[in-house]
Structure formats: structure tokens, C-alpha cells
């Protein structure tokens, strides 16, 4: 009998999983195609004359066990203490322990760094913690005016609350009162999605912030005041406050060109610079995908067993030949996607004022920082020499990845590099961040399709989602591939199941859905 084979549309996280996960447990063969000149999709890292960047921060975190082996299979993790790593993620959910020796990060390419995770909120030009915390530091910040404007609104939501929750504005002001909302949420919120928080849906933030109110940091801030000493040693709080995520020495990319390597070295093939555009049927099995040379423009049919999908379901249902039903197409057709674009913009230094001694000049110990600065489009500021000292070619600069978010075809994506970089030195400089006769390089990275957005047609998503699961030969995996927030373990984790299903002769999809189905945590909270 002749071998199988897998035909894999993209080489982000999830079909090179798909693949890595097909050559270790299976006899089938991986054909990856992939668009673009890169692997890793979305974690992906970019190399600018020596300074490395990521779309966005990624970090490696997971709740999955198997995941975080299968990361640290690849990429071992660094040495450091003696005795080895305790692994916690977002305190109670995860546990690993991790042995000595590992891999000296100064010496091994191959190695994951351990890091903690610092991350601020930029606001009034200074930097308050995130997650928020009830502290004097906050309170000194926004200063006495504020904060009784704060604790009116706060009281006039409790006794006047909106009845029904409409939108995610009055979701918001119901549970911290207006001025918390116009403080802290409402402009980085609408800098993401791109349109005004009362016209998202309350069930949206439902959704997204579950678990957060006023009333739970009170209760945190009075446990913490009260117990003094102990409480802040016991492991509770050590472990969710002291949050820290694993992350490859050569940035996110390497994982997945590693991963890339030893698919190929075990007899994977993965074909670059080869979109897919259709997928034929026969009845209800996929039995080829079209595809075009992306240089050459000339068009392939690829045939195969199975089909694992990381392309935006939009553009696979367009693709999809045979009587697709009308409803599903015009579902498909109306999912929405969020676009980023990220500058890389080396600096000689910040002008920010590091807390630790006062000074400006040095290195703020952030990995990014939240912008909440309304006068700027400017959404979220990266500074990867926090993530490791090998994304910066010369230690004395800083390497800052500035996030745009926008909308393919708008006025933002549409600017020219030259004006894209102008536009981030200066906003930059307008928020006090840099100062302009420090700005050295740049670069402008365009990724499309980064948020699948959960409004608009999503609402139907069902019909697609049941339509497609009908071919029993093809996997939807990973995060467009499923129009779902899936981060890189999910992404993962849904590949791997596919692969399951496969060997068991499973034909349901269903456990590859409840991946994510209802975890509380995303990159974002
Ligand atoms: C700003 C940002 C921050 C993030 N932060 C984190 C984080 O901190 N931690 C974390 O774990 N995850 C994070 N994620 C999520 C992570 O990037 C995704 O979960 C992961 O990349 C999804 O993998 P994927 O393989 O499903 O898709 P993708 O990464 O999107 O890869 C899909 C691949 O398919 C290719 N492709 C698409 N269409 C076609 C076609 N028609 N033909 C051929 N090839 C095609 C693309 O070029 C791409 O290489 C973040 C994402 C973003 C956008």
C-alpha cells in the first residue's frame, strides 16, 4: 500500500505541529505549503539588520503540561538555580518541575530563557502597574482629584447600575464606575478592536474580563494590608504576582524553525512560497488543494488523504469547490479580522524615568507597555531587549517594537513606511517615551488578519463550523483556522488532537473545538 499523505496549508505553530506530530506518531506523509518565506505564522520573529522582533509579545505559556514538554523538548530550558525550576503560570493552574542542568544561555543557541514578566500600563505620562493594583503608588499617580472622581462614579454605579448590560462600555462602567473605565480601559480597548466600546457587545467583555471587579482588589488590598507579612510570603500570592513565561533565546521564530528543521530532517517537506487558493471536493471529501507559485504565478493541484487547515476560514470557504450551501458562504464571507502593524524603532536611549532609581536615560525593566495615551495611535510598546539580550545587535541601544492597530485598507495601513516610521518616532516623543535626536533605525512589519473578531457574521459562525465538519478528511486547526483567539499552546494543542483523531479513527471534531472552549486566560486579560 502506498503511504499516505498529509497535504498542511501554512507553516505557522499549528500545521508545523501538525506535521512534527504526523512524522512522530504516524506513517503519513506532511506536505506543508506554505505562502510566505518564513515559517512561524503570527510567531513569527523578523531579523533587521541584526535586531530581532516579533509581531507581538509572545510569550510561551501554558496550562498544557504537554505542551510545555513538547516546547522544552525542542528548546531545553536555561539553567539557573540550583535545583531545578518550579513552573508556575497564573498561580494555582500549573506546576512543572523542571531539573538542572539545563543549557547556559551564554553558550547554547538551543534554549529557552526563563523570564519575568513585567508589564505597565503608560497613562498621564507615567507608568502604573498591570494588572492594576489598589496601592499608594496608583493613588499617587492619578493623584487626590481623581481618585474622587473615581470613587464617586465607582459608588454611582453600584446604586445606579445600568439594568441591561448593552455594551461592553456599560459592561465596564457597571463593574469599576466611568472615570476607572475612561482611566484605564476605554482607549487602549478601542485602539485594538478600532471601534468605539458602546458599540461592542457587553458579552464581549463577559467574555474577555471575567473575574475582574473593583470588589475583588478591595477584598485583595484590605487581605493583603491586614496580614501583612505572611500573606505576601504564602505561595498564593507569590505565585500570582510574581508571573513568568519561557520564551526561545532567538525569540518566538525559533521554536518553530527549530520545529521546521526536524520536520524536514525526518522526511517532512515543507514548500514555501506556495498559497493555497481552492480545495477540491468530491461529495464530502477534500481530494486536492489548489495552489498558486506566489514568484511565478503559476498554479499546482496537490493531492492527499488529509487536509489540516491554518488558512483564515474566509478564505477557505471562497475556495471551497462544489455546492456549498449559500448560508455558509455568505457566513464565511462576513468574518472580520483586526490587521497590526508593528515598527521596529531602535533608540541610542528612553527618556523614561526608571522607578528603581529614579534616573531617566537607563532601561526600564518592562517587556511591553500598554498605551493608554489617548492623543496617540500608538496601542502597545514593546522592548525587546527585556526578552532576550540576543533580539538587540549592540546592548546599548534599545529595540522597541511599536503596535498599530488597524484595519487592512485603512488610512494607518495604507501610510508609506517612511511615514509610518516618522509617525512612531514622533509619537514617541510626544509622550515623553523618547527623544527625538535618539531615534537611530526602523523597520514597518504589515501582518494581516492577527484578531479574528468575534462580531458581524461570527454570530452564525455555527452553520460554518458544522458545514465544514462534515469532510471527514479535513482538520481545521490553529487560530484563523478555527476564527478563534487561540494562542500557540492552543494552536498547538488542536493539531495534536486532529493527528489523535486520525490515528484512533475518530471523525467528530468536536474535541478539536473545546480546545479554548472556555479557558479564562488569553495573551490578553
Ligand atoms: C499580537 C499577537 C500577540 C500574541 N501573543 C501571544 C503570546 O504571548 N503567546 C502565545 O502563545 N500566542 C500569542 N499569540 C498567538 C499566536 O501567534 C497564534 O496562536 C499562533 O501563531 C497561531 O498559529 P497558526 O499556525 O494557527 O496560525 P498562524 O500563525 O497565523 O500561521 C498560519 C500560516 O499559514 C500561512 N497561510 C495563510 N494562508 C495561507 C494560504 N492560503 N496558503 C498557504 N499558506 C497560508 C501564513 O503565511 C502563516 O505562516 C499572539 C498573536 C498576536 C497576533
Not at 519575568?116 to 503608560?122: D, F
Not at 439594568?163 to 485602539?191: A, D, M, V
Request: glycine letters at 8%.
Amino acid at each position: 500500500m502506498s503511504k499516505k499523505t498529509a497535504i498542511i496549508i501554512g507553516a505557522g505553530p499549528a500545521g508545523l505541529t501538525a506535521a512534527y506530530e504526523l512524522l512522530e506518531k504516524t506513517d503519513i506523509h506532511p506536505i506543508i505549503l506554505e505562502e510566505s518565506d518564513q515559517v512561524g505564522g503570527l510567531a513569527k520573529t523578523v531579523n533587521h539588520h541584526g535586531n530581532r522582533m516579533d509581531v507581538g509579545p509572545h510569550r510561551f505559556f501554558s496550562k498544557s503540561d504537554r505542551v510545555v514538554e513538547w516546547w522544552l523538548r525542542l528548546l531545553p530550558l536555561q539553567a539557573t538555580t540550583p535545583g531545578g525550576h518550579t513552573i508556575t503560570y497564573h498561580g494555582r493552574h500549573h506546576e512543572l518541575q523542571v531539573a538542572n542542568p539545563g543549557p547556559d544561555p551564554q553558550s547554547e543557541d538551543r534554549v529557552m530563557l526563563m523570564i519575568k514578566r513585567k508589564t505597565r500600563i503608560y497613562f498621564l505620562r507615567k507608568l502604573f502597574d498591570y494588572p492594576i493594583r489598589l496601592s499608594w503608588d496608583t493613588l499617587t499617580k492619578l493623584g487626590v482629584i481623581r481618585v474622587f472622581r473615581i470613587g464617586v462614579s465607582y459608588l454611582q454605579s453600584l446604586l445606579l447600575p445600568y439594568r441591561k448590560e448593552e455594551n461592553l462600555e456599560q459592561f465596564f462602567i457597571n463593574r469599576f464606575g466611568k472615570e476607572l473605565y475612561l482611566t484605564f480601559f476605554k482607549s487602549y480597548t478601542e485602539k485594538v478592536w478600532g471601534i468605539p466600546c458602546n458599540q461592542i457587545s457587553a458579552e464581549w467583555g463577559a467574555q474577555r474580563v471575567k473575574g475582574l471587579s473593583i470588589g475583588k482588589a478591595l477584598l485583595h488590598a484590605v487581605r493583603k494590608a491586614l496580614s501583612g507579612a505572611r500573606f505576601t510570603a504564602s505561595k498564593q500570592v507569590e505565585t500570582s504576582l510574581i508571573e513568568q513565561f519561557m520564551y526561545p533565546k532567538y525569540g518566538a521564530g525559533q521554536m518553530w524553525e527549530e520545529t521546521a528543521r526536524i520536520v524536514r530532517e525526518r522526511g517532512g517537506e515543507l514548500r514555501h512560497g506556495c498559497r493555497v487558493t481552492g480545495l477540491k471536493t468530491d461529495g464530502m471529501r477534500i481530494v486536492a488543494a489548489e495552489a498558486v507559485n506566489v514568484a511565478t504565478g503559476e498554479s499546482c493541484q496537490l493531492e492527499g488523504d488529509y487536509f489540516f487547515s491554518t488558512m483564515p476560514i474566509r478564505e477557505l470557504v471562497a475556495g471551497l469547490r462544489g455546492d456549498v450551501p449559500k448560508e455558509v458562504r455568505r457566513v464565511a464571507g462576513g468574518l472580520q479580522y483586526r490587521d497590526l502593524i508593528t515598527v521596529g524603532l531602535l533608540v541610542h536611549r528612553l527618556n523614561l524615568r526608571d522607578e528603581r532609581n529614579g534616573q531617566r536615560g537607563g532601561l526600564v525593566p518592562d517587556n511591553w507597555i500598554y498605551i493608554q495615551e489617548s492623543d496617540v495611535k500608538l496601542g502597545r510598546l514593546q522592548i525587546f531587549n527585556n526578552w532576550s539580550s540576543q533580539m538587540v545587535a549592540d546592548p546599548n541601544t534599545v529595540w522597541l517594537g511599536l503596535e498599530y492597530f488597524c484595519n487592512e485598507g485603512d488610512d494607518l495601513w495604507e501610510t508609506t513606511d517612511d511615514e509610518l516610521t516618522h509617525l512612531a518616532a514622533e509619537e514617541l516623543c510626544r509622550i515623553d517615551v523618547i527623544n527625538p535626536q535618539d531615534v537611530l533605525d526602523s523597520t514597518v512589519l504589515r501582518t494581516k488578519k492577527t484578531y479574528p473578531v468575534y462580531d458581524g457574521a461570527y454570530d452564525h459562525f455555527d452553520v460554518v463550523r458544522k458545514y465544514l465538519d462534515q469532510f471527514e478528511n479535513l482538520f481545521l486547526i490553529g487560530r484563523n483556522g478555527m476564527h478563534r483567539y487561540n494562542n500557540q499552546d492552543h494552536s498547538m494543542l488542536t493539531a495534536m488532537r486532529a493527528v489523535e483523531n486520525i490515528l484512533q479513527g475518530v471523525t467528530s471534531k468536536d474535541n478539536i473545538w473545546s480546545v479554548n472552549a472556555e479557558d479564562a486566560y488569553h495573551e490578553e486579560k
